[in-house]
T-cell receptor, first 111, second 114 residues
Framework: QKEVEQDPGPLSVPEGAIVSLNCTYS??????FMWYRQYSRKGPELLMYTYSSGNKEDGRFTAQVDKSSKYISLFIRDSQPSDSATYLC???????????FGKGTKLTVNP | DGGITQSPKYLFRKEGQNVTLSCEQNLNHDAMYWYRQDPGQGLRLIYY???????QKGDIAEGYSVSREKKESFPLTVTSAQKNPTAFYLCASSIKRMAQETQYFGPGTRLLVL
């Protein structure tokens, strides 16, 4: 079993839709969870950062962590064509310098 | 503007040639990282450095070498021993937040073999 699993998609939605992106993981020691957005041929940019379980909201983006199920989600409300990108989840143990990344989900939002 | 710069944007390597990718940051971050990204494979850690003059191997260090002589700079050399170097190379640096290092990425260098 891979340490972090992420459906690669591709995922295609109409503009204005609610998008749900997910990752599952096997290491119960993970405490820090991140979502990165990567546009084509660019470096990833940090989108959301969450510690332990719970929800975090930032504008149209909501990150959820369910440690009991080892499952994290990123929700995008009112999706826009500019949200079209690959979304990478990443996580780490407390105090660890290493991040473990999912393989990324490619999202296309159609106008 | 603070940030991470990588150069060149594209790099071509001939068979048997060593090439060096540059990574510079002016964020005053202590830690720096090199990743390789291949289609469908996600990001894989090559090397990382927590402080100047010290670095550790990541998951796929074979065929690569690094140095960390200055806090701002972490160059990566792809040696001739790396038989499949074609990939997108990403440099990152990190700042501690809540005891966790959150990593910020540069724009990347695409390496192609001639």
């Amino acid at each position: 079993q891979k340490e972090v699993e992420q459906d690669p998609g591709p995922l295609s939605v109409p503009e204005g839709a609610i998008v749900s992106l997910n990752c599952t993981y096997s290491n119960s020691a993970f405490q820090y969870f991140m979502w990165y957005r990567q546009y084509s041929r660019k470096g990833p940019e940090l989108l959301m950062y969450t510690y332990s379980s719970g929800n975090k909201e930032d504008g149209r983006f909501t990150a959820q962590v369910d440690k009991s199920s080892k499952y994290i989600s990123l929700f995008i409300r009112d999706s826009q064509p500019s949200d079209s990108a690959t979304y990478l989840c990443a996580m780490s143990e407390g105090g660890s310098e290493k991040l473990v990344f999912g393989k990324g989900t490619k999202l296309t939002v159609n106008p | 503007d603070g940030g991470i710069t990588q150069s060149p944007k594209y790099l071509f390597r001939k068979e048997g040639q060593n090439v060096t990718l540059s990574c510079e940051q002016n964020l005053n971050h202590d830690a720096m990282y090199w990743y390789r990204q291949d289609p469908g494979q996600g990001l894989r850690l090559i090397y990382y450095s927590q402080i100047v003059n010290d670095f550790q191997k990541g998951d796929i260090a074979e065929g690569y070498s690094v140095s960390r002589e200055k806090k701002e700079s972490f160059p990566l050399t792809v040696t001739s021993a790396q038989k499949n170097p074609t990939a997108f190379y990403l440099c990152a640096s990190s700042i501690k937040r809540m005891a966790q290092e959150t990593q910020y990425f540069g724009p990347g260098t695409r390496l192609l073999v001639l």
